[in-house]
């Protein structure tokens, strides 16, 4: 075995490397508990609240904060939802109208930003994001993650020894980086098609998050790369859009109204934002 993994060469080792990842993500294979994907949650919730410089808890205003609560709770009891009693599913609001983004940790705390809530332009909209932030962690795609850049380490570790030359660390990071910066294309197009299941249990149109790609769109001519710096961790795209879309037609859902919409409720709750 020493002898064939001497033999294969620097530049194959990125291949096999990249490769391996890419098996192990593909797989699914998770390392953890659930138990630890809330350990992990809760030690970067009290990370992140020790922050405020960088996260800015929006403490004052118990009425937003209890508005996305209740759209939250609403999704929860969707039947597709497996780990409400084991996730904690905790909100917090980020008082920073300069950042267009939510995300979630593993186990399920959820931090929405002000500028995300006041870029959408209605409530079926920040329920579609909401639905999307709690499949990454019902499908716990951070330790997965985490799983497979593990298993090339170990890879690494035992085959390059103590001493892995520049080429290696190069495929190293390169795989860390693309695996930790973003969510990837598969896990943003399960997490938009578990959006679409959950809210399909609600008052809201399933299909909620496409208006969050079409404000985009608005928004987006001649700033494209700045818009895309914003949405970093969960990069929007023509076929996320295009993803939505289709399932709403295979679904046989009509078009959206003000009914399923709820624009004027969501208007009266961005008035009570600083
Ligand atoms: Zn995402």
Not at 129 to 157: D, F, N, S, W
Not at 198 to 222: C, H, V
Not at 240 to 265: A, C, H, S
Request: glycine fraction near 6%; include cysteine; proline fraction near 6%.
């Amino acid at each position: 075995m020493k002898r064939i993994i001497r033999s294969i060469r620097p530049r194959d080792w990125v291949v096999i490397v990249v490769l391996y990842g890419t098996l192990f993500a593909a797989c699914g294979v998770n390392i953890y508990s659930d138990k630890d994907d809330v350990a992990l949650g809760q030690q970067l919730d009290e990370e992140i609240k020790s922050n405020p410089q960088q996260y800015p808890i929006l403490r004052d205003r118990p009425v937003v904060k209890s508005y996305v609560v209740g759209i939250v709770n609403k999704i929860l009891q969707s039947p597709a939802i497996e780990k409400r009693n084991i996730y904690p599913y905790n909100v917090e609001i980020i008082a920073d109208d300069e950042t267009i983004n939510a995300f979630c940790t593993p186990g399920g705390y959820i931090y929405v930003y002000t500028g995300l809530i006041k870029f959408l332009p209605n409530e079926a909209a920040l329920a579609g994001i909401l639905g999307h932030e709690i499949a990454h962690a019902e499908r716990r795609h951070a330790t997965k993650r985490i799983t497979a850049a593990y298993g090339v380490q170990i890879l690494l570790g035992a085959a390059l020894g103590q001493n892995p030359s520049t080429v290696e660390q190069i495929a190293a990071n390169l795989f860390t980086n693309l695996g930790f910066l973003k969510n990837s294309r598969d896990d943003e197009l399960e997490s938009d098609n578990y959006s679409m299941k959950y809210l399909r249990s609600t008052e809201y149109y399933p299909g909620g998050i496409i208006f969050f790609f079409e404000r985009i769109n608005q928004a987006g001519k001649g700033t494209a790369s700045e818009l895309e710096k914003l949405f970093l961790t969960h990069p929007p795209s023509q076929e996320r859009y295009d993803n939505v879309q289709k399932t709403m037609q295979e679904w046989g859902i009509p078009q959206p109204t003000q009914k399923n919409l709820f624009p004027d409720r969501y208007g009266d709750f961005k008035a009570k934002l600083p």
